[in-house]
T-cell receptor, first 111, second 115 residues
Framework: EAQVTQNPRYLITVTGKKLTVTCSQN?????MSWYRQDPGLGLRQIYY???????DKGDVPEGYKVSRKEKRNFPLILESPSPNQTSLYFC??????????FGPGTRLTVL | GENVEQHPSTLSVQEGDSAVIKCTYS??????FPWYKQELGKRPQLIID?????GEKKDQRIAVTLNKTAKHFSLHITETQPEDSAVYFC??????????????FGQGTILTVHP
């Protein structure tokens, strides 16, 4: 089954404790992206990647890191999480500039 | 950078009526404009998209129009049904040129269709 998976789905952590949210797709898509969704603000792009080892900043990259060492994986790293990073995070992938397939989301709470 | 404004933030209609959601964008280099539907507790899913070389696109009850000169695009849903109730997001891809992928989303419209 073609899909985008994210782990964990839910995470409660404390300020400053490094964490990684994994994202994987099995559709051989070149493009992958991370978004955060906050009430009233819609979906805001954090980082995106057009291919292996090619990443670029979205609109809200501060406090986040990404890497794209393999085509199928695009982890999101929070080196020192803060409460303002409490949000719902979505990973997405696509074949070029086309329909993006979203993962199920990761609800992160930073205390 | 790109700025996408979406209106209205909430829209309530009776079943069978039409619904229109409008978006404006700021970057004239944007060339791809998708619309996503997000049902409660679920992930966003593409419902229709349009590229800058096309003025209108239809898919059954939904249509999108694009006015490049005015930098705005709209989603039209006809004969609305209760299952159309969801949050709708517009977006603009403003990576520009041969690049792509820098998507900026609007703030979302909560559409409620009353039976």
């Amino acid at each position: 089954e073609a899909q985008v998976t994210q782990n964990p789905r839910y995470l409660i952590t404390v300020t400053g404790k490094k964490l990684t949210v994994t994202c994987s797709q099995n559709m051989n898509h070149e493009y992958m992206s991370w978004y955060r969704q906050d009430p009233g603000l819609g979906l805001r792009q954090i980082y995106y990647s057009m291919n292996v080892e090619v990443t670029d900043k979205g609109d809200v990259p501060e406090g986040y890191k990404v890497s794209r060492k393999e085509k199928r994986n695009f982890p999101l790293i929070l080196e020192s999480p803060s409460p303002n990073q409490t949000s719902l995070y979505f990973c997405a992938s696509s074949l070029g500039s086309a329909e993006q397939f979203f993962g199920p989301g990761t609800r992160l709470t930073v205390l | 950078g790109e700025n996408v404004e979406q209106h209205p933030s909430t829209l309530s209609v009776q079943e069978g009526d039409s619904a229109v959601i409008k978006c404006t964008y700021s970057d004239s280099a944007s060339n791809y404009f998708p619309w996503y539907k997000q049902e409660l507790g679920k992930r966003p899913q593409l419902i229709i998209d349009i590229r800058s070389n096309v003025g209108e696109k239809k898919d059954q009850r939904i249509a999108v129009t694009l006015n490049k000169t005015a930098k705005h695009f709209s989603l039209h849903i006809t004969e609305t049904q209760p299952e159309d109730s969801a949050v709708y997001f517009c977006a603009a891809d403003n990576a520009g040129g041969t690049s792509y992928g820098k998507l900026t989303f609007g703030q979302g419209t909560i559409l409620t269709v009353h039976p």
